[in-house]
């Protein structure tokens, strides 16, 4: 797979709407913050071996400068009952807020083609990276370091 570093490109806040949330009543808080969008589906294996870096980038730079966002997109018939997202959050330990996206309106407004893909937005909003694929756990830590020593 590729990655893919996109000058400001496009804005977080509008496509994150009125969807059902997992681990959260509604959006999180991403003003302020760069923000880890991880686009997935639960029973995808590249998905999860990408859970355990967002797990680490958690820990590692806090809630408070660092917001990681998932979105469920699901592609096989099961994934689209909602108390089995529900019961894979659980089950592979995925605790930040998740959307239940099975219109595809983040995949499309961010033109997503593949599972996973990681859209990494800076502090103001706008788009500044997006992987595609699992295996770049170095390159998407040095984007959110990159991004957090920006100036607010």
């Known amino acids: 797979m590729i990655a893919?570093?996109?000058?400001?490109?496009?804005?977080?806040?509008?496509?994150?709407?009125?969807?059902?949330w997992a681990n959260a009543s509604g959006p999180p808080p991403t003003s302020g913050r760069v923000t880890v969008v991880d686009v997935f589906t639960f029973d995808c294996i590249n998905c999860k071996h990408v859970t355990p870096e967002l797990r680490k980038l958690r820990a590692a730079y806090g809630a408070?400068?660092?917001?990681?966002?998932?979105?469920?997109?699901?592609?096989?018939?099961?994934?689209?009952?909602?108390?089995?997202?529900v019961r894979a959050l659980h089950e592979q330990d995925i605790t930040w807020p998740v959307v239940y996206d099975d219109r595809f309106a983040v995949w499309n407004a961010y033109g997503v083609q593949a599972w996973p893909t990681q859209l990494v937005f800076d502090r103001r909003g706008k788009l500044r990276a997006t992987y595609v694929g699992e295996g770049y756990d170095a390159q998407l830590e040095a984007t959110v370091r990159a991004l957090l020593a920006e100036r607010r």
């Open 4 to 20: 893919l570093l996109l000058a400001a490109a496009t804005s977080l806040a509008p496509v994150l709407g009125a969807m059902p």
């Open 64 to 85: 408070d400068d660092l917001a990681i966002v998932g979105v469920h997109a699901p592609e096989l018939p099961e994934e689209h009952v909602h108390a089995n997202v």
